[in-house]
């Protein structure tokens, strides 16, 4: 089984002491009044990018992500616009957000001035710019809107994780529509993306008996997170944004939806690129038959990606398949280059050429990757 989804974002981040300094309005650069036109950086044919969290965009690490890029194989950085706390990066223009404190909460923002110059910066490196926007795990907005996070069965109070945090109820058509203004902002001061994250219910087996879904109609999870994913996609595709969407990595073995509404089928033709987060790491023992998975980085990609294969070339209008691979150590052995490289080749072997890594912190491997060319 899985283990998570990304869930070490807050608390692997740490603020920089170098952070700018932070308080300016947004309202200059916002999607109502852009300073002058923004240029789109066009999708790579093969994208290998990397993770940047919201402490490395406010700070000078940024500058250093882009002169990795500048020197080797990457050309996109995936960048939290919506963390899983549901602070933004940036002071936004949409009502919502400034009404909960979404893009102040925290006293940590980018100046419209630094959020210009980080995207002209990429666009003049030839950079991808993704914007990573977090969905249902939103403690911010569950705790500022009770309305909108899933309820307790017994009195309808809002449910917690083992964190003791609320979550949206991703049957709320709100909650996507507040996402879909993110990533409508976002494409509009200079993101060439959109990237969604926790496009499901929370991971917990005791959510089934404690909670309740006053707005489930009878659907099963799966067919929520398909019409949601659908949803985005037909609010966002007229305006000539691509929609992608992380999903666990184990969706591609199991057929179950694995009880948090992500069953390959029903959402793999829902958006333009679906992103599965196969990290050896979060296999159980024993998966393929494989006593330690995050032993065999080549193994376990290779099997998952057969998998991918498998299961996407039955459905019709299927989106491109992107994995994220693990450049972080979580357990034996202690990943280094070698172990990043194995799932290069896993995914090369089996017709993948783009990958992003994932590291929670935004430290990378650098001898794993190629210079550039």
Avoid at 97 to 118: F, K, N, V, Y
Avoid at 199 to 204: A, C, T, Y
């Amino acid at each position: 089984m899985l283990a998570c989804q990304h869930e070490r974002d807050a608390t692997a981040q740490t603020p920089l002491s170098n952070s700018p300094v932070v308080g300016d309005s947004l309202r200059s650069t916002s999607v109502d009044s852009p300073v002058r036109a923004i240029t789109h950086v066009p999708t790579p044919d093969t994208l290998r990018g990397l993770y940047v969290n919201r402490w490395a965009a406010l700070g000078r690490k940024f500058t250093d992500l882009i002169g990795v890029a500048n020197r080797t194989e990457i050309n996109a950085l995936v960048i939290d616009v919506k963390d899983d706390r549901g602070f933004l990066l940036y002071r936004s223009s949409i009502p919502l957000a400034r009404e909960i404190g979404a893009d102040t909460a925290d006293g940590h923002w980018l100046s419209g001035p630094r959020l210009r110059a980080i995207l002209d910066s990429m666009v003049a490196h030839d950079i991808y710019p993704i914007a990573r926007i977090v969905v249902a795990k939103d403690p911010l907005l569950a705790r500022k809107k009770l309305d909108l996070a899933i309820k307790r069965k017994s009195d309808l109070k809002p449910w917690l994780d083992k964190n003791g945090d609320p979550w949206l109820d991703p049957h709320q058509r709100a909650v996507w529509q507040y996402a879909a203004d993110i990533a409508r902002e976002a494409y509009e001061l200079g993101f060439s993306e959109v990237q969604f994250d926790y496009v499901r219910f929370p991971d917990e087996k005791r959510l089934v008996t404690e909670t309740v879904y006053p707005l489930a109609k009878g659907r099963s999870r799966a067919q929520v997170i398909r019409e949601q994913l659908g949803f985005l996609r037909d609010t966002l595709k007229p305006h000539g944004i691509r929609v992608t969407a992380d999903v666990f990595g184990l969706t591609a073995t199991d057929t179950s939806d694995m009880g948090i509404g992500q069953k390959w089928e029903m959402f793999v033709d829902q958006v333009d690129v679906v992103l599965p987060m196969v990290y050896p790491s979060h296999f159980a023992h024993g998966t393929y038959r494989i006593r330690n998975p995050n032993a065999h980085p080549y193994a376990i990609i290779d099997h998952v990606l057969k998998d991918v294969i498998a299961r996407t070339d039955s459905v019709p209008n299927a989106a491109r398949i992107i994995p994220w691979y693990q450049d972080f150590t979580l357990g034996q052995p202690r990943y280094r280059a070698a172990q990043i490289r194995a799932q290069k080749k896993a995914g090369y072997d089996n017709g993948f050429q783009s990958w992003i890594l994932w590291n929670p912190k935004s430290n990378y491997t650098l001898a794993a990757l190629e210079p550039r060319r």
